[in-house]
Structures are given as structure tokens and as C-alpha cells.
């Protein structure tokens, strides 16, 4: 069973639909015994990271996922909020991954909306998927590249689109909307981790 972490912050639906399309069990839930009884949990997010981690600490949510021992998959702000600290408001994050969160240059339209492809992959999470491949971005804020990442991305600079430490994992595009390569991703956490 997969639990899908509900905070305010969450982009549930699309993620949720997705899961039912791989035919797997689910709960959206944000308590403690669901979560940790899980066999894997999906930490989604649409919004702004200083309100975002308000909503965690005040719930406890913040200690809760950092001690996670089952495969976690952050989605977009949940890849941000899963860094160490966020330009967004001058938040400071969860600090799973130790890189910085920053706004992109407003030299090109921020915020990246759409469909863009890799520079490069690696790991188990982008098995069956090639650099060629396109997925679905909408944000103003990227993490940096660090020895976690595993996937780049370019818009107006190089930036981690997707993170793996231990157990966990992130994108900061939407598999849930990234068509069959997002499902291809979704298949691979499930299966892999």
C-alpha cells in the first residue's frame, strides 16, 4: 500500500489518479500509524514552502517523514521542502538532501511551465527512460545539483530534476502529468525501491 501524504500543500488528485491507473492500493492520510505502515509513501506539492513547513512542524509531519525507513517519493515542492533550505520565503527545509532551493533569474518566463526533457538520468527510479524523454515541469524555484542527483534538467541553467538519497527520492516534475514516461517513473518507484 502506497500512502499518499495529505498536507496543505498537496496536489492529491492528479497523484491519486495516477496511482489508480497502476492498479495499486492507496490512502491519503496525513497520520502518523498510516504513514509508517505504508509500504511505500508519496509526499506530492503544489504551493509556497514557508507555509507549506508551518502546516508539517505544526502536525509533526516534518519529524515524521524525515525518519521514514520505507522508499519515499517527493513530487515537486515535495522535492524542495525535502532539501535543506528554500530562497522561498527564507525557509528552512527538511534537510534530507543536503543542496539549496533557489528562484530562477527571471531571464527567460519563470515559471517553467511545460514539457521539457533530460541531460541526463541514472538509477533504478529511470529505468526504460532516455535523456530524449519529456516530462512535465511548473515551477519558480529549483534545487541546485549535488552528489544526490540524478537527473538534470536545463532551463536557463542546469538543475536537479531529480534527487535519491538512501531511501528516498524526488522529482521536481510531475510524474503524475508527464503522460507514459511519468507512468513509466511511477511503475519504477513502486517496483524498484
Known sequence: MIAIIKYNAGNFTSVKNAVERLGVEYIISDKKEEILEADKVIFPGVGEA?????????????????????????????????????????????????????????????????????????GNLFEKIKTTNDVYFVHSYYADICQNTIAVCDYIKPFSAAIQKNNFFATQFHPEKSADVGEQILRNFIQFT
Open 50 to 122: 514557508g507555509t507549506a513547513m508551518k502546516y508539517l512542524k505544526e502536525r509533526k509531519l516534518d519529524v515524521l517523514i524525515k525518519n521514514l525507513k520505507q522508499p519515499v517519493l517527493g513530487i515537486c515542492l515535495g522535492l524542495q521542502l525535502m532539501c535543506k533550505h528554500s530562497e522561498e520565503g527564507d525557509t528552512k527545509c527538511l534537510g534530507i538532501f543536503d543542496t539549496e532551493v533557489r528562484k530562477f533569474p527571471d531571464i527567460k518566463i519563470v515559471p517553467h511551465t511545460g514539457w521539457n526533457n533530460f541531460t541526463s538520468v541514472k
